[in-house]
């Protein structure tokens, strides 16, 4: 067990509330479910745990295919069945045809491990069932080798979801559970402050400010997020936008420069441009 | 003080098992958090709250029952630090003073007087016997005799703070009996997914080929197994026009998410009510419709059928022939509700119009009534309810 305590990275800015979530499911080496907005960060978050603590990361990305038995092993039948046609020497060792997945590494780890499962949602809605006795007890059986693994250390586990699937009560009750809130103004100078130091103030406060009154058009598809705020911002920094153009152009009359960065469909951008003009309209 | 809560909690939905509690506790025990009672709202909220929905319902309560007895935070991490007691013009009760407070009828007595005295005093007030204030004898304020007593306006304690992160309710929005958009429907409705192997074989199914593999006595035997799909089959019936305008965005909502998650989706359209024809195109309704029994024959009772639509017409509309509004119907518009359901065994209504009010609609009743009770609102949490149902 360990004394160390998440408070956030130098590069990555926690709120009380997640710092606690994470504190709580690290001292009790439970998982960690995190859910939020798609770009608020929870996936980076694992990493950052992983930084913060010094402990090494195992990743798990989840696709609609994944299957819970391949992050405990699998065993690559079709490997063996050619070295037997070829008559190789290892095929009587059936040990030799197990593949590790990411669970058994994070098992066999020698200090106490971050893993991250990205996105379980996109699994089958079965897949987080198969886990249960995995994450409870952190062990499980190999049939073909008839040995049961378990882990040195449990490790630490955040577990992302997008909210596609539910997911189900039992794996649920298992879990600490987060919902990363999207950033308030505060937050958010913090956020770019750790990612851009330098940014001078009037830029900064320009870009926050038509960065919220986009995210307030109702109706948008896809709201910007933290990841496109600031990724904009590196984008006026290297178009050397000044906060003066950036005033200049938003007063409420046009689209931000660089609008691309924020807006990921044709859908939004027409309707951004359909109230900019209606709000104009009544300037008049 | 916290089985109540957990109870509470149990009451208002917030679906906790012992599991979790018993892990907060665990984590308490841990010293996971320090003594603050803010700390203490984000560590009970991971701990039992496992959906975002609820985050809003967890406030509520957590409001409701912690409201005031914040300085038992303290206790519930064991030790109590010494600056904790401290206050700046701490003195000890006489005997009278204690008897007085208790005359005022313990705690809940106490809440609820303090609610009348917060309506009356605005201001800010110290050693008062009556108003809120610090150091005072009144049991509200800060520092008072009675350790559970109710903490208000006490600026150096980041509990202050505290009080507002739960009174604040950001979570609001996520509650889902309220809110309904796209997303929310689609979630919904992938309850009805069931996936399934047909069409062409075109997958390499390693399982058999091992298996056909080993019985072949080694030598190499393919097999190919086709790809999954959704293989759900939904019937969608649309009430349009007259009462339904006011809900027409939400239908949009419901048809769009319903088009993009089920491979096999029909809908139709029919006016209050189903009678011997429906139609598929609206703007051409009069010309182009489609007799009922003719979709009934189409579209065997493997498709679920789902009934979109507010009920709210004219009772004689379902219970009379020639009860329609649009045309004389040889048969009562019931009737035909009694064939598709004998024909579609999986059946529901979802009805925009809110729940509260169906009871007093008599053809909403009605209709419940028809089909026994399978009518749920058009919200997430009726939604979900309703694909609950289907399956």
Known sequence: MTNARFQGTDRYVATDDLMIAVNAAVILARPLLIKGEPGTGKTQLAQEIALALGRPLHEWHIKSTTRAQQGLYEYDAVSRLRDSQLGLEGVHDIGNYIVRGKLWEAFESDVQPVLLIDEIDKADIEFPNDLLRELDRMEFYVYETRQTIQARHRPIIVITSNNEKELPDAFLRRCFFHYIRFPDAETMTRIVDVHFPGLKRELLAEALESFFRLREVPGLKKKPSTSELLDWIKLLLAEDISADALRDRDHRKSLPPLYGALLKNEQDVHLVEQVLFLSRREAR | MLVPFFFKLKQAGVPVSITEFLALLEALDARVIEREAECFYHLARACLVKDETHYDRFDRVFAAHFRGAEALFAALVKDLPADWLRAYAEKLLTDEERARIESLGGWEQLLETLRQRLAEQHGRHEGGNKWIGTAGTSPFGAYGYNPEGIRIAQADSRNRRAAKVWDRREYRNFDDTQELGTRNIKIALRRLRRFAREGAPVHLDLDGTIDATARNAGLLDLKMIPERHN????????????????????????????????????????????????????????????????????????????????????????????????????????????????????????????????????????TRNLLERQMFPLTPEGLDRAMRALQ
């Open chain 2, 231 to 366: 293989a759900v089959k939904v019937l969608l019936f649309l009430d349009v026009g007259g009462s339904m305008d006011d809900h027409v965005r939400i239908c949009e909502e419901l048809f769009s998410a319903a088009r993009s998650e089920f491979k096999h989706l029909e809908h139709f359209y029919f006016h209050n009510f189903v009678y011997e024809s429906v139609w598929r195109d609206n703007r051409r309704r009069l010309r182009q419709t489609v007799p009922t029994v003719e979709v009934m024959r189409t579209y065997g009772p493997d498709y679920k059928l789902i009934f979109v639509g507010d009920a709210t017409m004219g009772p004689y509309e379902i219970t009379q022939e020639g009860g329609s509004v649009e045309h004389w119907n040889e048969e009562a518009g019931a009737v035909w509700m009694q064939r598709l359901r004998a024909h579609y065994p999986h059946h529901v209504w979802l009805n925009p119009e809110p729940a509260q009010r169906w009871d007093y609609t008599p053809s909403i009743e009605l």
